[in-house]
């Protein structure tokens, strides 16, 4: 397989920021990276889900990528032109090669060489989105930094108050990480929608507070208004997010990532609800004593 092929273009040539070097010598995840800021809005969304997704990018059609990306797929192939492919093939292989090259020889249904499958080669629908679910925990766990999970723990057993930004599909999981809080006797509010209240609610942010902010993909713009307010009024933030670009989380002092591939129509999240409830008994476990009558006297077991 060819290496990434030089640009077609000498314009696209002179697109690339001299401290890049050429793609010869890099991974086509740290080309996106570096190439990231130079993108239009709708390019960045395809960059996001391609360097959090590398898997999907290099073995989905142009089409099924963008409809994860939220956009459509001439700006799909635009992106890759812009990095100096001839078109998304070009791209897509150099996804495959970097995926191969991390991931080494896989087995073929999806899981590493030496690991036990989950189902029979033959999947059905159900039984590859719960093996993407199982795939999507077991790579978070493994990615994810003990130091911010510890610093995150130990900020909101610390803040005065906790806020917590998430709307559409995140508002399920603001309110659900509010609530095991708040059986922890923890002061937590949650924004899911920009009515009047939760407005108030983000007014009402100062330095004693923790403001998380929830996203998948692109971040609503109400989420990334709450971080903007936070960091204005020095209040402590964190984000967890699936996209490592994401704006959330450059505008977070703590960042914790979630996998969320799934051949499904919309992203999993199965993972995002394990470090929700992981994070939760983290709180827990640093008074047990103190929380242990509380959480009795709910009859949660």
Request: hydrophobic share 40%; with cysteine; charged share 25%.
């Amino acid at each position: 397989m060819k290496r990434f092929a030089t640009p077609t273009t000498d314009r696209a040539a002179a697109r690339r920021p001299a401290s890049t070097g050429t793609r010869e010598h890099q991974s086509l995840s740290k080309y996106i990276r570096a190439r990231y800021e130079d993108c239009s809005r709708s390019q960045k969304d395809v960059a996001q889900y391609i360097v959090d997704h590398l898997d999907e990018a290099a073995f989905q059609t142009a089409e099924e990528l963008a409809r994860r990306a939220n956009t459509s797929s001439s700006t799909v192939v635009r992106f890759s032109q812009a990095l100096g492919f001839e078109g998304f093939p070009e791209l897509q292989a150099a996804a495959r090669e970097e995926y191969r090259r991390v991931h080494g020889k896989a087995a073929p249904n999806g899981v590493a060489s030496g690991s036990t499958p989950l189902f029979s080669l033959d999947q059905n629908e159900f039984e590859t989105a719960l093996t993407a679910d199982h795939l999507n925990v077991e790579e978070t766990a493994r990615k994810v930094s003990r130091s911010s999970v510890d610093a995150l723990v130990e900020a909101i057993v610390a803040a005065e108050k906790v806020l917590v930004a998430g709307t559409d599909q995140m508002a399920f999981f603001a309110s659900y990480l509010r609530h095991l809080l708040m059986l922890l006797d923890l002061r937590v509010d949650v924004v899911a929608s920009p009515s009047q209240e939760a407005l108030s609610r983000l007014g009402r942010i100062d330095e004693g507070t923790l403001v998380i902010g929830l996203s998948a993909g692109r971040p609503h713009p109400l989420v990334v208004r709450a971080m903007k307010l936070a960091r204005h009024r020095k209040a402590h933030t964190a984000a967890l997010t699936d996209a490592t670009l994401s704006e959330v989380a450059k505008l977070a002092q703590i960042k914790l990532y979630y996998s969320s591939n799934s051949p499904a129509y919309v992203r999993s999240h199965t993972a995002l609800l394990s470090l929700i409830q992981a994070l939760a008994y983290g709180v827990y476990a640093q008074d047990s004593a103190q929380y242990d009558d509380r959480i009795k006297a709910f009859r949660l077991k």
